[in-house]
């Protein structure tokens, strides 16, 4: 059964940064991708921001020059580090990899930007 912990999110300023983690519970090369996610109170989940076994990214437009995904293979981890942070970022982020057709998601770490 694939794991996957979520860490680093909490309450940040508007304008401010903050680094998530994503630590896999095996080698994340055995993945197809692996991404980021976030669902707002009331909202669907959506994309952030995704990276594939080979490397290539892809992200939301809404994200898109302040988000970047990445990933440290001897660690078996995938961050995503987010600048320039507005209230609309606020969200639960899920981390998700998948296997072929499976999804495997962890239980979210919640962001809030706020002043």
């Known amino acids: 059964q694939v794991q996957l912990v979520e860490s680093g999110g909490g309450l940040v300023q508007p304008g401010g940064s903050l680094r998530l983690s994503c630590a896999a519970s095996?080698?994340?090369?055995?993945?197809?991708?692996m991404g980021w996610y976030r669902q707002a109170p009331g909202e669907e989940r959506e994309l952030v921001a995704t990276?594939?076994?080979?490397?290539?990214?892809n992200y939301g437009d809404s994200v898109k020059g302040r988000f970047t995904i990445s990933r440290e293979t001897a660690m078996n981890t995938v961050y995503l580090q987010m600048n320039n942070l507005k209230p609309e970022d606020t969200a639960v982020y899920y981390c998700?990899?998948?296997?072929?057709?499976?999804?495997?998601w962890g239980q979210g770490t919640q962001v809030a930007v706020s002043s």
């Open positions: 998700r990899a998948r296997i072929l057709s499976r999804h495997h």
């Open positions: 990276i594939t076994v080979g490397g290539t990214t």
């Open positions: 095996e080698n994340i090369f055995n993945f197809n991708d």
